[in-house]
């Protein structure tokens, strides 16, 4: 631990204004970096591995381990090369989106919009599809970008009404197969294809594509999807690989809001009563 506190201190000592004006430089570029990669499955990965480096050069320290160290000091070009390597199409496309003219507005836009106008839209027509026995499939993007699965199908860039959506999901229409996705306040696209799920627990050996389609997008992502039985009418959701069945309008638009308002206690507290 004197280590690490006397590695600040060295740091630290002559710290002077043109110092600081290279450490905002280098923060604005490693900024403008991941906003360059936002909305594609790489941003969830680097995330991660910069979260385990940051953790790997304080136990260094706090141990004055000189393996540690070797490891620290050498593997930075080795990681570097890897996130290139591996997520070159999402770097591809995330340069390509600056070179897009007004991509630039979006690169920069730092505005969150909220999900509440999302929540009951997204009930009612899991309800009316339900009472139809209209097959559907609905994917909330949250934190992890979906931009990979909305390449996939139609653009549709709309705001999302129950109408819409229930056109969409209308039997023998072009855009009736695969999944609507939908951001904060936009439909995104429709007719997505998503990455069905690898496992299937026992007892769920005969749902069909929209149900493993379900799980298969909320196990390699953090998104919600709700999808409608065509042959029962059944509303289900999945969430982090896992299938919340027997759900009713109400009951979907009560545990949709405590998730997407990150009210966990709330969330389960739903999930259980759907379950029962």
Known sequence: MDQLFDDIGVAFEGFKARNALEVAVIAL?????LRLIRGTTAMTVVRGMSILAVGLVVLSRVLDSVVLDWLVNNALAVFVLFVLIVFQPEFRRALERVGRAGGMRSWLGMRRESYADLVPVVAAVAGHLSARRYGGLIVIERETGLQDVVETGVPVDAVPTAALLEGIFVPNTPLHDGAVVLRPGRVIAASCMLPASSEVAVGDEHLGTRHRAAVGISEVTDAIAV?????????????????????????????????????????????AAASV
Not at 29 to 33: A, E, G, K, N, W
Not at 252 to 262: F, K, P
């Open 29 to 33: 570029v490693i900024y403008s970096l």
């Open 227 to 271: 999808v409608v039985s065509e042959e029962t009418g059944a509303i289900s959701l999945a969430i982090n690989g896992r299938l919340i069945r027997r759900l009713d309008q109400r009951r979907l638009e009560s545990l949709l809001a405590a998730l997407l308002n990150g009210n966990s206690r709330a969330a389960r507290r739903q999930a």
